[in-house]
């Protein structure tokens, strides 16, 4: 297994750009999350999935969307990049809703 | 909101020692508990958990041991190597509908000196 991946691992945008992080899981984990590491800091959830086509909002979500349309699929959308979304991104997942798997991340910088 | 705090930013062994990191949590609700490994580039990696009804629970060379008295939680690792050296994170997780939602303290950075 591949565990949980992400795309891409680095990428800057401009103030007002939006992008797509992707995150697969091919362990057949019903629960996903997004969660978002400023430097020097914890992981603070942005939102999470409890499965196909159910997800909710964590502690950060403004400014981001999600969408599961498949258990291994859960892609975090920017619409309008601000520098405040700078930030390493990390999607995780699990099979019951405590052990969580991360991926390795991806680095966003908006200027 | 309620959140989860270490109480050492950072923290410089020799290889060999014994090594135990701290964290206070205040959820009262909280009944689960877990510490992530960071490496510099890389995801946090499972380390231990522990659920509230254990005050400890014993890994490969862990030890996490939850005093919900004082609401308390510490990571021992033995016979600390050079590849410890990382970040350390404890977060806390409340029961019933929370999905799995993982509250993470400011994190603990672990110096193993050769």
């Known amino acids: 297994n591949a565990g949980v991946t992400q795309t891409p691992k680095f990428r800057i945008l401009k103030i007002g750009q939006s992008m797509t992080l992707q995150c697969t899981q091919d362990?057949?984990?019903?629960?996903m999350y997004w969660y978002r590491q400023d430097p020097g800091m914890g992981l603070k959830l942005i939102y999470y999935s409890v499965g196909a086509g159910i997800t909710d909002k964590g502690e950060v979500p403004n400014g981001y969307n999600v969408s599961r349309s498949t258990t291994e699929d859960f892609p975090l959308r920017l619409e309008l990049a601000a520098p405040s979304q700078t930030s390493v991104y990390f999607c995780a997942s699990s099979l019951i809703k405590d052990e969580q798997y991360f991926g390795p991340g991806t680095r966003l910088t908006v200027t | 909101g309620e959140s989860v705090g270490l109480h050492l930013p950072t923290l410089s062994v020799q290889e060999g020692d014994n090594s135990i990191i701290n964290c206070a949590y205040s959820n009262s609700a909280s009944d689960y508990f877990i510490w992530y490994k960071q490496e510099s580039g890389k995801g946090p990696q499972f380390i231990i958990d522990i659920r509230s009804n254990m005050d400890k629970r014993q890994g490969q060379r862990v030890t996490v041991l939850l005093n919900k008295t004082v609401k308390h939680l510490s990571l021992q690792i033995a016979a600390t190597q050079p590849g410890d050296s990382a970040v350390y994170f404890c977060a806390e997780s409340a029961g019933g509908t929370s999905y799995g939602k993982l509250t993470f303290g400011q994190g603990t950075i672990l110096t193993v000196h050769p």
């Open positions: 362990m057949n984990h019903n629960y």
